[in-house]
């Protein structure tokens, strides 16, 4: 039983680092831009409105262009794990 559970654990590890692997190539992919606005909003936890006081844009306007960014970076790692990024 601990075998199977260890040989699950390691492919759900190597399933996460290879997720992982493509969300980082995608984001290298993104205008300098978008990059930016994902990382002050997800990593930095950012508001929305700070973001948008600072690029000049409103708050539903950032959440609209998050929302944007977001699906092109699932389309892209979806194709990169199809091999076709």
């Keep these: 039983m601990l075998d199977v559970l260890a040989f699950a654990a390691r492919?759900?590890?190597e399933a996460f680092?290879?997720?992982q692997q493509r969300l980082t190539?995608?984001?290298e992919k993104l205008q300098p831009v978008h990059r930016?606005?994902?990382?002050r909003r997800y990593a930095e936890a950012t508001p929305l409105q700070s973001i948008a006081d600072e690029?000049?844009?409103t708050a539903?306007?950032?959440m609209q262009a998050l929302f944007r960014i977001r699906q092109s970076l699932m389309n892209c790692?979806?194709?990169?794990a199809?091999?076709?990024a």
Excluded: Q
Aim: aromatic content about 4%; glycine content about 12%; hydrophobic content about 40%.
């Design 82 to 84: 199809e091999g076709n």
């Design 17 to 19: 680092d290879s997720r």
């Design 55 to 57: 690029r000049g844009m």
């Design 25 to 27: 190539g995608c984001l």
């Design 11 to 13: 492919e759900a590890d």
């Design 36 to 39: 930016e606005m994902i990382r």
């Design 60 to 62: 539903n306007a950032v």
């Design 77 to 80: 790692v979806a194709r990169f």
